[in-house]
C-alpha cells in the first residue's frame, strides 16, 4: 500500500511542479512586460480610432509597430448603417466604397461624407439614376448609372482628376467648384460628416469638424496596395 501511495505521489508532485514554474515564469514575463513604456503605451494608444487612421498598421507616436487590420471598411459601414442608408448590405458596401477611393486615390471619407451631404447616403436621389452625390445633376439633366458601384466610381474619377489633381484638396476649395452657390453650408456638413468617420461618432462629429485636409493619409492607403 505504501508503494501504491508513493507511486501516485510521485506523477501529482511532478504535475504541480510544471503549473507553479509556468506560473512563475508567465508571471515574471508579464511584470517585464508592464515595466517597458512602449508596451503600456502601445497598450492604451491602440485605440480604435488610431487603426482608423493607419490601416497599414504602423501607429505614429509608438517605438514598435504592431500589425492593426484595416478597419476603414468597417468605420463606412457603420456610417451606412447609423444613418439608415439603403446601400446594403452595409459591410459590403462599406468594402466597395474603400476600395474604389484606394482605386482612385482618395481620402476614404470623402465619397460618403459627399454623398450624405447630397443624397442622405442615397435615401433621396433622382428615379433610378443611383446617384447618390449630385454628380452631374444640373439644369440639363442628371446622370444615370446602372448601380451604385458605377456611381462612386465615376463620381471618385471625376473628383480625382478635376479637384484634387488640381489642388483643392479640402471640402471648402472643392465647394467652390462642386457647388459655387453655397453660402459654405455644404462644406461644413461635408466636413463634419468627415469627422464623424473619423471618430466613428455623430456628437463628435459635430464637436471636432474643421477643414479635413483629403492628402493627410492619402499615403498610409497607397503604400498598403503597393
Known sequence: MKNFNRMLFLPLWFLCTIGLTSASIALVKFTMDASRPEVVEA???????QSYNYPTGEVKGIATVYEVADARPEIVARFLKRHSSPMQPHDEFGQKLVEIADT?????????AIAMQESNLCRVIPENSYNCLGFGVHSKGTLRFESYEV????????LKNNYIDIGLTTPERIM???????NGSW?????????EMEYDSREMGKEKKQDAD?????????????
Open 43 to 49: 497598450q492604451n494608444d491602440l485605440s480604435l480610432k
Open 187 to 195: 462644406a461644413a456638413s461635408v466636413n463634419q460628416w468627415i469627422a
Open 151 to 158: 456611381a462612386f466610381d465615376t463620381a471618385a474619377r471625376g
Open 104 to 112: 482612385h486615390g482618395l481620402d476614404y471619407r470623402l465619397l460618403p
Open 214 to 226: 483629403l492628402m493627410e493619409y492619402l499615403s498610409t492607403s497607397s503604400a498598403s496596395l503597393e
Open 176 to 182: 467652390k467648384k462642386y457647388t459655387p452657390s453655397s
